[in-house]
């Protein structure tokens, strides 16, 4: 026959890895739910993430279960017959070691084998040492194993409240040991009351999220740096925000959430509008001044400079308010291109729907006209860049139509100034020598 301990150790190995394959499942669709974008408590919800942190409450309860076991094992007795205590009570006559074998007739178990409670009223005095010498994340675990139990906490930070709790939960293991003739540790008699609760429908696990791991402090903060500032949190930054997030986690209140048979206790901190402000605060390292603020003015500037020179290929002037209106609008969300596009459309009005329909399509004024622009400051001799988009002439390239490139030319001389340039002075020259050579005039 298998040693009955040897079998709950092996029992409780399996149990391990059944936890730490459930944590793994849990933390996997964590991950999916944050790559999804979901922050907040829409982190920790969905039909799948449930079920995955239902499963890994059930692993861990069943390994605290199987240890409450292995540490109050005892070795079995061989159970003596009637006769050899009798004969072992004659032995101790006088040594006052004699054991009594008196029996109920009711129950048939020896007198006095009810279990000892002097060691439960140790631990009812000792609660309050017991409690405060707990980490925060040993405080939350209690909390939540008492509230599952029947005995809420309302907030794990109470610790006056918490040990209340415990020491009550104590006293009712104390009096269900006595009444029943058991000797239940704390683990068990708590899984007991949790089994109770669920079966009655009396309540369900609450669970306390306001504070976030390593993990997940990390992956949000790296989110909102790279968003605000647009680069990759260092390590030095991640640390400190971590600690940050965490302290203002502990200071803020909860509320609770129910995420399908259980209750969620979370913060009511909005953790990447409170990430977002520290991130403004990280100094500039060559400045000293706000990083936000520097990259912001730079990408504000580089804006202005970006709209002013789509509207000068659209002949549009823009006053400073404009472009301070259309900086606005862009720091507030709106998408550049958008206002590029109404640039446009006011550089459309009153042209021909050839050109509206080019200047729509996100086609600029200066393109269009290119070709013409060339072909006048070829022949006008004049430098490209000073002839405006509403040039009168260069307009008439297009109208109800376009005009091919033969055609503006002759348009361009009868332009006034062309006959101040060298071309036409070179025409006209050309012309007169052509004449007099067919009148026999010229060699």
Do not use: H
């Amino acid at each position: 026959m298998a040693d009955p301990k040897k079998r709950l150790e092996s029992q409780l190995a399996n149990a391990k890895n059944r936890r730490s394959n459930a944590a793994d499942k849990a933390q996997y669709e964590l991950s999916l739910n944050r790559n999804k974008g979901l922050t907040g408590d829409a982190l920790t919800s969905g039909t799948a993430y449930n079920k995955a942190y239902y499963e890994l409450q059930q692993a861990d309860r069943e390994v605290k279960r199987i240890q409450g076991l292995i540490a109050n094992y005892k070795e079995p007795v061989k159970e003596k017959t009637k006769e050899e205590q009798i004969v072992e009570n004659i032995q101790n006559i006088g040594s006052g070691k004699v054991v009594e074998t008196e029996t109920t007739e009711t129950t048939g178990t020896t007198v006095g084998s009810a279990p000892s409670t002097r060691d439960i009223d140790k631990e009812v005095k000792a609660a309050p040492k017991f409690i405060y010498g707990k980490s925060d994340q040993d405080k939350q675990a209690i909390a939540r194993q008492l509230t599952a139990a029947g005995y809420k906490v309302v907030n794990w930070r109470d610790v006056e409240d918490l040990v209340s709790k415990y020491q009550e939960a104590l006293s009712d293991n104390k009096l269900r040991n006595t009444n029943f003739g058991i000797n239940q540790t704390l683990d068990e008699f708590i899984l007991t009351k949790v089994s109770e609760q669920a079966g009655t429908g009396g309540g369900r696990p609450e669970i306390d999220v306001t504070i976030s791991s390593p993990t997940q402090a990390a992956s949000t903060i790296q989110s909102v740096v790279r968003g605000i500032l647009n680069r990759d949190a260092t390590p030095e930054e991640i640390e400190k925000l971590y600690k940050v997030l965490n302290k203002a986690e502990r200071n803020a209140g909860r509320k609770a959430v129910k995420v399908g048979n259980r209750t969620e206790y979370t913060t009511d901190l909005d953790r990447v509008q409170f990430l977002t402000e520290e991130v403004k605060k990280i100094k500039d390292p060559k400045t000293g001044k706000s990083e936000f603020e520097t990259k912001r003015g730079q990408k504000e500037s580089l804006t202005s400079q970006e709209l002013m020179s789509v509207a000068r290929a659209n002949g549009i002037i823009l006053s400073q308010n404009q472009i301070d209106s259309y900086a606005n609008d862009i720091r507030n969300g709106k998408d550049i291109n958008v206002i590029k596009n109404d640039i446009r459309y006011t550089a459309g009005l009153g042209r021909p729907d050839s050109i509206k329909k080019l200047l729509a399509e996100g086609t600029d004024l200066e393109t269009v006209y290119a070709p013409y622009k060339r072909t006048m400051a070829s022949l006008l001799e004049l430098d490209p860049n000073s002839i405006d988009i509403n040039d009168t002439t260069l307009q008439g390239a297009i109208t109800d139509r376009e005009l091919p490139i033969y055609e503006f030319r002759r348009m361009l001389k009868k332009d006034p100034r062309w006959q101040y340039t060298n071309n036409a002075r070179e025409e006209v020259s050309s012309k007169v020598i052509r004449v007099l050579r067919d009148f026999g005039f010229q060699g």
